[in-house]
């Protein structure tokens, strides 16, 4: 019913420019806070990859799909914007960094399906 390229068109693409408004956000935070902020990664794409897989498994109607979608988005706000505050850190995709940066995939992962639960 649900191929891959439409959930990623239509509902994980917005999902990963709320991500990067998340790392804008915490950019300009950064450039008003006098503390230094550490930059920290996040594999935006493997989460919602993940997140795409384990959807496409299931056969649900549009419905069901666009409320999981809408819960998934919250839960990943909720948990970048956390583990930021945790880390004292900028959060940017693990695209957007060579080398250098500690990469918090995993704990944000771990809040987000914590939320799920």
């Given at each position: ?19 990067v408004g998340v790392a ?94």
């Amino acid at each position: 019913m649900w191929n891959r390229r439409v959930i990623f068109s239509r509902y994980i693409l917005p999902l990963i420019m709320g991500g990067v408004g998340v790392a804008i956000t915490l950019t300009v935070a950064w450039l008003w806070y006098d503390a230094p902020l550490q930059i920290a990664t996040v594999n935006i794409r493997k989460l919602t990859q993940d997140f795409i897989n384990a959807q496409v498994k299931q056969d649900m109607g549009e419905p069901a799909l666009n409320k999981r979608v809408a819960e998934f988005s919250q839960q990943l706000d909720k948990a970048l914007q956390k583990v930021a505050d945790e880390h004292h850190a900028v959060l940017v995709p693990s695209e957007a960094v060579i080398v250098g940066a500690k990469d918090v995939t995993l704990e944000v992962n771990n809040l987000t399906l914590t939320a799920s639960h």
